[in-house]
Every structure is written in structure tokens, then in C-alpha cells.
């Protein structure tokens, strides 16, 4: 029994081993292919740009680089959106950080980075590539820490930590296999025709004929419009309230802190996007509110910005159409320009 425990014990440690061997030589991106087509092409070509866009469907969808870049032509900006759908925190803070890793100093001037909130890993998600690829012992503890001053039950912060923790694990056990023989499609159509990595969700529809889910989605929002004026009533009722701050997580605060401090040693203005549409926004507006006012900006509040909450500029409940895209665009750049007025090239 001794020698079965000892010989149990060396294949297991061989086994993790070899599993950790194999992730030195794998992308760090490999878990979201979306993601890694975007960021090889950006990579060949980022001698072209000096603003780049991260973050989930929410910006990818909504932030057009070459408007962007036409409106804000006094500032020099040459944009890549590189966000890709799904990518939420803490994954797309893990993504910024392995960029910053590889970034020259001094190559890229200003990033717009989604601000979000941490969701919970469903139990069905837990085992898969998306979930587990970017798990290492930093972005766990920062998820236990968030979870841990979130205001939220006792229950629900238990399913957060099992979620995360169970994720992580699945990530040093699970390399070899879904790693060395993973194979991805061809993701080329994120980066769209114009190369500047912005494809709106009903241009992809109509460019993809047969993709019935898109169309699914549309008809399904089409015939259920009330459960939009419902989430505008909902982030009515967050910015109305005159104190956020009992929703103000600080392992996030703390977090974005750092990610802005890391990004000035790139000489890398970092700004966050709080963008429309989203389920909550209690949280968001509390960081918001302890950021200095040139690192966020804030493109949600249904009174100030109504046409990104009408049903002409939409696709669906969360995401916008390529006019609704375009309204976005101009209040980013409105809004980017009212933050650096006299100071087209803010120092660090």
C-alpha cells in the first residue's frame, strides 16, 4: 500500500509537471481565440496604432476606431479595438496585463479599457477554456477579494469563491490536453474589412447568412422590448441615487489603481469605458466616483445619452446597431475631448 500511495503520489506530481511545461509554450491568450486572431494581427501591424480598445462585446460592438480616430484627429490617435466577445473581468484585465508585459514604452499613448463587473463562474462554465485558461494564483486571489468585500450574501459568495476556485484548479490539471491538440477556426471576420478589429453585430448577421442565432436574438429583443425599458428603469434608479459608495467594492478600486499605475510606466494614459446597457451599475458608478476624473469615462446614464436606449439604435437588450455604434462613438469622443481640452496628449 506504501509503495502504491508513493508511485500514486510521483505520477501525480509528473503529470502536473508536464502540465505546467506544456503552458510555458502556449500562447497566453489561447483560451479566447477571438481574442488571439485580433491581438496576432494587431501584433504584425502595431507600428500603425497608438490607441487601443479592450474589453468585452459592449466595446468591440460599440467603438468604431476609424470614426473614432476621424473625430479625434487633433489628438493624433491611430485606433485597434481589440475587445472580443465575452470577455469580462477579471479575464479582460488579465489580457491588458499580458499586453502591458509585451508593450514597448512609449509605443502606445492611450488605452480604453471596459470597466465591469466580476460575475460568478456558472458550474457549467467552470470546465471550459474560457474560464480556466487565464486562472493563475493573482487573478484568484483578486476574485476571492472581490468577492469577499462585495455586498452580497453569504451564499453567493461562497458559489463566487467555489466557481473561481474550482476554475483555477481545472486550469493546473487540464493544460496538456486541451492545449497541445486545441485547435482553433478561423477568426479572421472579428477584425472586419476596414482592420481596425470594430464589426457591429448587424453587419455580422447580414454578412453571415446562415447564422440563425444572431437573427433569433434580434427577433427575440424585437418582440420583447420591455424588458429594455425594464433595464432602463433599473439604471434609472442607480444614477438617481445621491450615494453609491455602500456598493464600492476596494479589492476593484485597487485593482484598476494599479492597472493605471502599471500603464504609466508604458507612458500608457489608461481610461475606463462605463459603458450602456449593462444589468447593474450600482458598483460602477462607486468606482466612478473615487477615480480621478481623467481615467473614466462614463457613457450609461439614460438621461444624458437616450438614443442608446432606443429601440432604432438597438440589437438587442445589451448590445447596440452599427448607427447606434456610431452615436457611441461621438459621445466617446465628446467625452474623451471635455477631458483633455488644452492637452492633446496628457502627461502620465
Keep these: 500500500m506504501k509503495k502504491f500511495s508513493v508511485n500514486l503520489l510521483f505520477f501525480v506530481c509528473l503529470y502536473l509537471g508536464i502540465n505546467q511545461l506544456v503552458s510555458l509554450f502556449v500562447s497566453p491568450y489561447h483560451g479566447n481565440p477571438f481574442y488571439l486572431e485580433k491581438y496576432n494581427y494587431f501584433a504584425q501591424h502595431q507600428d500603425d496604432y497608438n490607441t487601443l480598445i479592450l474589453g468585452s462585446s ?3 460592438r460599440h467603438i468604431q476606431p476609424n470614426y473614432l480616430d476621424e473625430l479625434l484627429k487633433d489628438y493624433e490617435t491611430s485606433t485597434f479595438n481589440l475587445a472580443a ?3 469580462f473581468n477579471p479575464e479582460a484585465y ?4 499580458k499586453l502591458l508585459n509585451v508593450l514597448e514604452k512609449d509605443r502606445i499613448k492611450y488605452v480604453f479599457l471596459e470597466l465591469q463587473s466580476l460575475d460568478p463562474i456558472s458550474r457549467r462554465n467552470i470546465n471550459t477554456r474560457r474560464n480556466y485558461y487565464w486562472h493563475n494564483w493573482e487573478y484568484l486571489n483578486f476574485a476571492i477579494n472581490y468577492t469577499l468585500n462585495s455586498n452580497i450574501s453569504l451564499n453567493e459568495k461562497t458559489q463566487f469563491i467555489y466557481g473561481y476556485s474550482i476554475s483555477y484548479l481545472v486550469n493546473k490539471t487540464r493544460v496538456i490536453y486541451d492545449d497541445v491538440f486545441f485547435q482553433t477556426r478561423n477568426f479572421k471576420e472579428y477584425i472586419d474589412n476596414n482592420q481596425d478589429g470594430f464589426y457591429a453585430v448587424d453587419r ?6 446562415n447564422n440563425n442565432m444572431l437573427k433569433d436574438r434580434m427577433r427575440y429583443f424585437l418582440e420583447n422590448t ?13 444614477f438617481s441615487k445621491q450615494n453609491n459608495q455602500d456598493f464600492l467594492n476596494k479589492a476593484h478600486l485597487n485593482k484598476i489603481n494599479y492597472l493605471i499605475k502599471k500603464s504609466k510606466e508604458k507612458n500608457i494614459h489608461l481610461v475606463f469605458i462605463i459603458p450602456p446597457r449593462l444589468p447593474e451599475y450600482d458598483g460602477l458608478i462607486a468606482i466612478k466616483e473615487k477615480l480621478p476624473k481623467t481615467h473614466i469615462i462614463e457613457i450609461a446614464n439614460p438621461e444624458k445619452y437616450p438614443e442608446l436606449y432606443q429601440i432604432d439604435y438597438s440589437f438587442d437588450i ?6 447606434g455604434a456610431k452615436i457611441f462613438t ?12 488644452s492637452n492633446p496628449q496628457p502627461s502620465s
Aim: aromatic share 12%.
Design 85 to 87: 466577445p465575452s470577455t
Design 318 to 323: 445589451g448590445h447596440l446597431n452599427s448607427e
Design 204 to 209: 455580422q448577421m447580414a454578412d453571415s447568412k
Design 226 to 238: 420591455h424588458l429594455l425599458k425594464s433595464r432602463i428603469e433599473s439604471t434609472n434608479q442607480s
Design 58 to 60: 459592449r466595446v468591440y
Design 94 to 97: 488579465y489580457l491588458y496585463e
Design 330 to 341: 461621438e459621445y466617446l469622443a465628446d467625452e474623451f475631448i471635455d477631458l483633455f481640452p
